[in-house]
């Protein structure tokens, strides 16, 4: 992947989220969920600057990011679907939804739609097992989904309607 040059404006925004944290390196998972949160992903350059303002390893930074699922290096969609495939959801049928969403969107797990709108990925759980099979779609949680509710939601956020509703 070819190396990408931060716009000054988004370095300092990293340098901001560091220091709100102290520049401490004990900090490292909370500093990524807030840059990821304000970028939308995590590349390496971007990885670069948190390990020197923070004074750790550019190694132990990327060894956090690739470890846990929550982080991406990748650009995400617009609408990014997370399908829970924790032991109640997969038990309840997560799998049968995580294929409609594949079929639907045209696209793999860790992959985006070519319009940028959606991206899909699932997680380990989301601890809302009394809702299984869980979909989240951005922060907005969808309980006791089945395939058949697939295309109505993928259809909530094709005109951008959705993010106008509550959860």
């Known amino acids: 992947m ?10 300092e925004l990293i340098r ?8 401490q390196e004990t900090e490292l998972i909370n500093v990524l969920h807030q840059v990821q949160h ?3 992903y995590l590349p390496a350059e971007v990885q670069e600057v948190i390990a020197k303002e923070l004074n750790a390893s550019v190694a132990k930074v990327y060894g956090v990011v690739t470890f846990y699922s929550f982080f991406t290096m990748l650009p995400q969609g617009q609408h990014p679907i ?7 959801c997969y038990v309840r049928g997560a799998e049968k939804v ?3 969403f594949k079929r639907q969107l045209g696209i ?3 992959q985006t739609s070519a319009d940028g709108k959606f991206s899909l990925s699932c ?6 097992c009394g809702l299984a ?3 989240l779609v951005g922060e907005k949680v969808y309980g006791r989904v089945s395939p058949q509710q697939v295309s109505k939601i993928i259809a909530e956020y094709q005109d951008g309607c959705a993010s106008a509703q509550s959860a």
Request: charged share 20%; proline share 5%.
């Open 133 to 135: 099979p869980v979909v």
């Open 123 to 128: 997680l380990r759980c989301v601890g809302a």
């Open 2 to 11: 070819p190396k990408i040059k931060l716009a000054e404006k988004t370095v």
């Open 82 to 88: 997370s399908i829970c495939m924790g032991t109640a």
């Open 108 to 110: 793999e797990v860790g």
């Open 98 to 100: 995580l294929t409609e």
């Open 16 to 23: 901001e989220i560091c220091a709100q944290f102290n520049n």
């Open 38 to 40: 304000k970028l939308g």
